[in-house]
């Protein structure tokens, strides 16, 4: 069973288990609505919703994003393992990180609200907002992102980056031979690779600011 089958999966059994609604019926608690052959092809794993529906599923079902897939601590993020009751601290919040076309980091004083478990674990780590839809299918446009710093840099990973030392990006990291690619992970296809080639001596210096360990939806996010 691939992630896309298992996120259908779950919204099939949740939707009856849980609502005993109908697809169609489903589609119209979204905002904006959604066909109820959307929702079923959501089931059959064809394709599967965008970052913001995810949320809004969440909500509605009464679940947790972790609930919705099949390994969230390869695929997606660390799994706090039912550590999520051991209560809330603040962590830092550095400023924004696009998820689109690399922006510059906007410095901020404001902390943010983080899980007890997740500053214990990462005690080094800060808040990023992303901004874009480049990595919609795993971090929506608006929530915080909690980068881990490390130089380190796990295939496939989601990671933050610098781009020529300020222009910062949140993208799955793969290491090439004589460079690293940036891949984006969206449900919108215009979003491409982007390829640095060290061997050209044009290109932009690439630095791994961290790892996007958790992310946090705003509280005050408005469905």
């Given at each position: 069973m691939n992630q896309k089958e298992y996120i259908g999966k779950t919204i099939r059994r949740y939707r009856e288990d849980r609502l005993g609604v109908?697809?169609?019926?489903?589609?119209?608690?979204?905002?904006?609505?959604?066909?109820?052959?959307?929702?079923?092809?959501?089931?059959?794993g064809r394709t599967e919703p965008d970052g913001n529906t995810l949320i809004q599923?969440?909500?509605?079902?009464?679940?947790?994003?972790?609930?919705?897939?099949?390994?969230?601590?390869?695929?997606?993020?660390?799994?706090?393992?039912?550590?999520?009751?051991?209560?809330?601290?603040?962590?830092p919040l550095l400023g924004s990180v696009a998820a689109g076309v690399p922006l510059e980091m906007v410095p901020t004083d404001t902390p943010c609200p983080a899980p007890a478990a997740i500053r214990s674990?990462?005690?080094?780590?800060?808040?990023?907002?992303?901004?874009?839809?480049s990595?919609?299918?795993?971090?929506?446009?608006?929530?915080?992102?909690?980068?881990?710093p490390t130089s380190e840099v796990v295939d496939g990973k989601l990671y933050a980056v610098a781009v020529n030392g300020d222009e910062a990006t949140v993208k799955r990291v793969h290491r090439l031979e004589n460079g690293i690619k940036l891949r984006p992970d969206s449900n919108d296809p215009t979003f491409r690779d982007m390829?640095?080639?060290?061997?050209?001596?044009?290109?932009?210096?690439?630095?791994?600011?961290?790892r996007v360990v958790w992310c946090m939806f705003p509280f005050d996010y408005d469905f």
């Open positions: 109908s697809a169609d019926r489903l589609g119209e608690m979204l905002e904006p609505p959604k066909s109820g052959k959307t929702v079923l092809s959501w089931e059959r599923l969440c909500v509605i079902f009464g679940a947790k994003i972790g609930d919705f897939y099949y390994k969230p601590a390869d695929y997606f993020l660390v799994s706090l393992d039912g550590e999520e009751d051991d209560g809330w601290t603040e962590a674990r990462f005690p080094k780590g800060f808040f990023l907002k992303i901004k874009g839809e990595v919609n299918r795993v971090l929506c446009n608006g929530s915080y992102a909690y980068i881990n390829i640095f080639d060290y061997n050209d001596p044009e290109t932009k210096t690439v630095t791994v600011i961290g």
